[in-house]
């Protein structure tokens, strides 16, 4: 009996490990490297109901230990995400968690309602929290009263149970958490990336062009270890936790704040075998921790 | 196939002003074909933390060696311009779609056209272009003599002309002031360097065929994380290319300039 795999609302994970939306497109292009059925589940790339562009280019930029991205919510939309992507992703035994974004509430509605009915969509995760684009996304996620109205309005159309994907760029990320669950959320995923921005040495302009950018990697880790700590004992439905995870240790330490599972970002960059390296090293963590199953370190922080 | 492996490394040298040409020995060289590049991790650990796409300067399938040649500029490179002989280095590759060797007719003649960094990759192009019975003319532009490298390596795969922005070798100006007096009698040309150079090429040939290199700042180097994306002009389906995946090499009047 495998030692680490678990059940959150809508998913049945062979091990804790997913890879983290944005980060991983659509899979086709990790599909090159590896079989994505060994991973727990897909968080895939932010979808809108109608084609994004995205931001002007540079839009990556490195930071000490970390990096900036104002990728825009690139997407090829709706339409395209479920005949094209979703499709190719059913070549393989993974849950697939969908990551919706929009411009309006009726544009989260529109996309939860459809990607929710895809046979291998098994969750939404609700994007309130994108540091990147005018309109949509972070602006929902930093109201309470807004983030709990859209929780709801999504969760009422959603045939699969909905995360919603939480901002650190708020005052009072606890509000937050305990706004969606109100709102019906089935579990939260956080963080998203942090608002930065960085200066080029030589123009003393910033490097990305749109300005700011999130910003991601190991630098943001100590800020979502914090914010995953203070939401566990806040709230009552799961926490999926993810900034800065680049091996077994960061997710071990996610669990223990309280993460049920734990999505893997920018990492992906660098290692780009580091699910799979992660995943294949997790029982060996757990025999030197004394554990026999994963699910006994979730939230050992507080106990 | 892409595939990550910890190369070793068999030499490093300075071979002019921060460009350094470094030699990798390992099993991904056997996949590589010339204008593709390799994602290299210059640290095991997490600073710098991003990888380094570099491209291929010369391949030796034989003794599963090859060269790249890089300028170090920022914290990466210059962390990889440590690195010494015995060292083994993290890379993936080889990454995107190179310059098509075939889309030279065997008896013509290419023009390869190569701006700074963007002339390490012409190298093994010139190589294969040679190797299939393609004459090759180089023309080379710089900043300045200091930075400039492989004159001799070029000299010997054809005609080499260098240019420089303060005159102090070959022609004094950018390759377009060289060009215009050489008028070089051409089927297809190849070219890899700044924005300015490619736009003045695609300018300068509108009715020859040809192929560019282009570069943009990664994230993922494999087509993922949409960072590298350049915008296309009508004539493709899609209205956006990435650099990574889709290039670095595309056929002339695919990329908005």
């Known amino acids: 009996m495998s030692r680490i795999n678990l059940e959150l609302p809508g998913l049945s994970l062979k091990n804790p490990i997913m890879p983290a939306s944005g ?16 991973l727990g589940a897909i968080m895939i790339k932010a979808t809108t109901l109608e084609t994004r562009a995205g931001n002007p280019t540079p839009r990556v930029a490195e930071t000490a230990a970390g990096m900036l991205n104002a990728i825009g919510l690139q997407n090829p939309g709706l339409e395209k995400v479920m005949n094209e992507e979703l499709k190719f992703l059913e070549g393989y035994d993974v849950p697939i968690i969908a990551n919706v974004a929009g411009t309006e509430v009726t544009d989260y509605v529109e996309v939860a309602r459809q990607i929710s009915t895809a046979a291998n969509v098994k969750a939404l995760e609700l994007n309130i929290s994108c540091p990147n684009v005018k309109c949509g996304g972070i602006q929902f996620g930093t109201d309470p009263a807004t983030a709990q109205e859209l929780t709801a309005a999504v969760k009422a159309v959603s045939s699969v149970p909905v995360y919603v994907k939480l901002s650190p760029n708020v005052t009072s990320v606890v509000d937050i958490a305990k706004a969606v669950e109100t709102g019906g959320a089935d579990g939260i995923t956080m963080i998203n990336t942090l608002v930065g921005m960085r200066l080029h040495e030589k123009t003393g302009k910033p490097v990305i062009a749109n300005g700011t950018g999130g910003l991601s990697g190991p630098a943001v880790k100590p800020v979502a270890i914090r914010m995953v700590y203070e939401v566990y004992k806040a709230v009552t439905i799961p926490i999926i936790g993810m900034g800065g995870v680049t091996n077994v240790q960061d997710v071990i330490d996610f669990m223990s704040a309280g993460a049920s599972a734990v999505a893997v970002g920018t990492a992906n960059f660098v290692d780009h075998f580091v699910c799979p390296n992660i995943i294949e090293a997790l029982p060996a963590k757990l025999d030197e921790l004394g554990v026999g199953h994963i699910s006994e370190i979730i939230g050992r922080s507080h106990r | 196939m892409i595939r990550s492996e910890r190369m070793t490394v068999v030499r490093q040298v300075k071979i002019a002003h921060n460009i350094f040409e470094l030699v990798l020995q390992g099993e991904l060289v056997q996949d590589m074909s010339p204008g593709q590049f390799v994602h290299v991790k210059v640290s095991d650990t997490l600073e710098p933390l991003l990888r380094r796409p570099i491209s291929i300067a010369d391949v030796n399938k034989e003794n599963q060696q090859f060269t790249m040649i890089y300028r170090a500029e920022g914290r990466g490179t210059t962390v990889l311009s440590l690195a010494v002989a015995g060292q083994e280095i993290d890379v993936l590759g080889p990454l995107g779609h190179g310059f098509p060797v075939e889309a030279a007719p065997v008896g013509g003649t290419a023009l390869l056209v190569g701006g700074g960094i963007g002339v390490p990759p012409l190298h093994e192009l010139s190589k294969q272009l040679n190797a299939r019975g393609v004459r090759t003319i180089h023309v080379l532009g710089f900043q300045s003599e200091n930075v400039t490298f492989y004159e001799q390596q070029f000299n010997k795969l054809g005609d080499t002309y260098y240019v420089t922005v303060d005159g102090t070798k070959g022609t004094k100006g950018f390759v377009t002031t060289l060009l215009d007096d050489l008028k070089p009698e051409f089927d297809v040309f190849y070219c890899c360097g700044p924005l300015p150079m490619l736009k003045a090429m695609e300018n300068t040939y509108p009715h020859k065929e040809g192929y560019l290199s282009f570069e943009e700042r ?30 670095p090499v595309f056929p002339k009047g695919v990329v908005q300039l």
């Open chain 2, 218 to 247: 990664m994230g993922c180097g494999i087509g993922a994380c949409f960072a590298c994306v350049c915008q296309t002009t009508e004539q493709v389906e899609k209205d956006y290319v990435k650099v990574c995946s889709d290039g």
């Open chain 1, 23 to 38: 980060c991983f497109g659509f899979g086709r292009e990790y599909a090159q490297l590896y079989d994505l059925s060994k």
